[in-house]
């Protein structure tokens, strides 16, 4: 009985999505983070990169709705060494999209730890970290007739990631290409 039931509601929530018309797509992209903290600690930003996945679900002819599922390096650059933070990051983005391809996106974003170290020459320290971050995420993106887009977006950590003193938060600037799957 259980299968059956599963089996059904995936079979609904795939008719469901295709109802919404859905896109899917993958994207990737390079990362400049930094650490913001209440001591105005002097860092310079770790270049990184993420890459993931995204759903691309219209509800009307100009809103949608964008959730993502993505691996993004992080961290910051000190005169003492390299915070190297990993994260997979869930943003759920609203956009408003233009009829000439552009769209412009902002929404919250859950941030899952994986990695938090702190690297000094050839060593390498783990960090104790809380492992969820929340962000707030601002952008905009342009996709082209042959569904190939460009997205910039800036995330604005809104929780305190550190377990010591000073409080510390996520600040990243995302460049990156996009590619979405037509819906027949």
Do not use: C
């Amino acid at each position: 009985m259980k299968k059956v039931f599963l089996s059904a509601l995936t079979i609904i929530l795939v008719n469901m999505a295709f109802a919404q018309h859905v896109e899917f797509g993958l994207k990737g992209g390079v990362n400049f983070a930094n650490l913001k903290d209440d001591a105005n600690s002097n860092t310079d930003a770790r270049t990184g990169f993420n890459a993931g996945a995204l759903a691309h679900i219209h509800l009307s002819k100009t809103f949608a709705i964008q959730p993502e599922v993505v691996y993004s390096v992080q961290g910051a650059e000190y005169s003492s060494g390299k915070m190297q933070l990993n994260y997979i990051n869930v943003p759920v983005l609203a956009q408003y999209m233009f009829g000439n391809g552009f769209r412009l996106q902002t929404g919250p974003q859950l941030g899952i730890l994986t990695t938090s170290k702190f690297k000094s020459g050839n060593t390498k320290v783990d960090v104790d970290m809380r492992t969820a971050d929340v962000a707030w995420s601002f952008g905009a993106s342009y996709i082209s007739p042959m569904h190939l887009g460009v997205d910039a977006r800036y995330n604005l950590g809104l929780t305190d990631i550190s377990k010591a003193s000073p409080d510390l938060k996520n600040r990243v600037w995302q460049l990156g290409l996009f590619y979405q799957f037509r819906h027949q």
